[in-house]
């Protein structure tokens, strides 16, 4: 299973985990999901170090951060949000190979 958080205040998106809904090559949800992440990915890239993202991979899990200043906090949450509602709609139709979470709590370790 995919699984997606999205951090709405900092703003940030972890995915971690296969979608697993068919053969590699053939898994449409996976292809969905990568097609939201790549557009993400290649967005940032274009606007250079506006939003000053942050991508990092361990393992199966990629996090994406932003850290814009101040003025563009708003922007940088919109398009965080408008890709975070993409993941969350995947979700919505194939419950059993995407989870999605807003805001999950945070560990207290």
């Known amino acids: 299973m995919l699984k997606v958080e999205y951090f709405s205040r900092i703003p940030a998106l972890s995915l971690a985990g296969h979608a697993g809904s068919g053969p590699k090559g053939q898994d449409l949800v996976c292809a969905g999901a990568s097609a939201l992440f790549f557009t993400l ?6 606007l250079g170090e506006e939003f000053e993202p942050e991508i990092f991979k361990y393992g199966d899990r990629i996090n994406i951060t932003l850290d814009p200043p ?3 906090m708003h922007d940088a949450r ?3 949000g408008a890709f975070a509602l993409g993941f969350e709609l995947l979700s919505e139709k194939y419950p059993e190979n ?4 807003k ?5 207290s370790n």
């Open 41 to 46: 990915i290649g967005y940032l890239g274009r």
């Open 70 to 72: 101040i003025s563009l």
């Open 78 to 80: 919109l398009l965080l």
């Open 98 to 101: 995407v989870e999605y979470v």
């Open 103 to 107: 805001d999950p709590p945070q560990d």
